[in-house]
């Protein structure tokens, strides 16, 4: 079933004639496993995003032995619209959240699989550019796509690219980051301004017209998470990145699922100028926006400093600030004290406040 | 970005109030990844496909070391339509697909991770259905799904449901399937009639109102490959299930992969009656066709009859036979002696002649 069909000699011959057909728009037949398809890979997809392991074509790529270490196995759809956002598209959202659900599971990516559903008729520049993309995403987090499908819908039955990516990552063996570990005192850490990623998108979609400096952080989080594991290495004991249901999704779940009471500090979680305009405009909490280049980390308190110094050093960190911590009573509540004074409790956002967003 | 997460305890405890609810239709929210994806998952998916690895809902499912075996990945999108069809439904194409190129790739399947894309407004039974299909096959194929992620798009942004699986699987070090390890003398075998499954979803979609008794040969192979394996061992040099292009389709690549000729004896290929019949309504050519039931064999000639053996004693094998073999010259050609006596050259097919098929 897999776009990759035949092996590498071949497709090498194969890429210069189907580069000079010049692909216009995609057709459904490029989807029917036959001469079109392998069309497409070798003019379109081997071009952009050839690799040994790819190149093989084979139904299943299969990988070196990891020996000790665990696999990780992860999935996600990606149905972004606009397929480009300020900061981003839906190959770079791709490529970055598989690799940051690997990273928050405490593994190091290994492979990616690209899934991909075509509407018949998407221009192959967006093709193209979309792959352009995997393929420096890919690059930028160390990890390439050993394997892959192209399914092509009608115009009508899909809007225009939808990305389904899986990782395959490795967990050393004694390893364990789990909201069971979590315990008073642990202290919780982000590594930047909040809110951008959704707000990015649905003022894009929403309000096309308005300009802004406003960019969706979407980044791959493996070189950053990797960095504050070899700092503080088993001082944390949770990770997990907040996307849709924001950092108030993560921290309201965190309390759930470790049974204790979470408490966030308003003035110390950081929301850009622009997002926070845009939010208002839109009628969005940033707290509950998607985030696509942010991981929370929960850290023992003697190791707050060290995890903070680590995340602080790497490009994609240098505005990580504590924001808040772990306390008793185990009521399982996360509760936010507000830069006013206040109190509320968080809650997990209800249902779809952004439709598409990721 | 995983529809995965709550903790174990937390989810059995959601599960009844959710159950409760009586999810009517999907709707945008139940995408967003707030309270209303988490209801999704603990009534209806967890109940269906739940498992002490996805039930764990982390970002990653983290697999036992799988030492010296290697692991191989796998991935496919599938937007079948009708999603159900005579022999089967979408979610049985996805676990079967998924399971057979791991089985033709010599891994024995480990792990599923599940995507879904969801048009708004698709009725929670046939939601319902497709996870009961899946965990149904599954457990035939001895293989669960231990991650996952959903996504709702508008209702007319997608036509009902898509699937896309990946899957992890664990080779034997010294395995290798590989079409250069092909050569003269070598045979191939198939394990029954061909053509049921293309047939019958564009039987059931283009003439609903035509009675036949023509079945999808839709299923996991991960036995029949298993009991292939241990009678021949390193006598099987490829596998390859004859999925979308159908058999000319592995036979054209494999004689242009191997570099050798592929001779195919047409009297040799079983087609049922029914399945002729609707090719001959369709106008389609069943060796052009997809089988989602079906693996084509290279194994060396003397181990021939020790393979047929193997096969006809599994029950997906018992019409199991040689349809063809390997020769020189080394022209890269595959050519079918037909049953009246005449020869032509087997192409691979050229476009769409099935859309979404699988």
Redesign the interface.
Known sequence: ??FL???EP?VSQRLESAHASRLDRV????????????ELLAGSILPRLGNPLLNQL??????????????????????VQPWRFPGGDIGRLAVS?TV???A??G?AP??I?????LAEGLPASTLHAVLDSIAATGAEANVAV?????????R????GI?I?T????R?P?DRQL???RVRPGDQLLINGPIGDHGLAVMLAREMPEVQSVLRSDVAPLAGLVDDLLAAVGDDVVFL??P???GVA?VAA?LA??SGWHVTLWEEAIAVRPATRHAAEMLGLDPLEV?NEGKVVAVVRPAAAGRALNALGQHPLGQQSAVIGCVTDPPDGLCELHTHIGGRRIV??????????I?
């Open positions: 079933m897999n069909q035949a092996s071949i057709l459904l037949a490029h989807g029917g496993g036959g001469q079109l398809s392998d084979l139904d299943s790529a299969i990988l070196p032995a990891l020996g000790a270490e665990r696999p990780a196995l992860t999935i996600d759809s990606y149905v959240g940051n659900d690997l928050v599971a593994a290994v492979a699989a690209l899934g991909l559903i050993v394997t892959g499908d192209t399914k092509v819908v009608g009508d039955q899909a809007d939808y389904t899986a990782g395959l990552g967990v063996a789990a909201p069971q997990r990145d996307t849709r249901g999704g779940d759930r699922d998607a809650h997990k956002p209800y249902g779809e406040q952004l439709p598409r990721c």
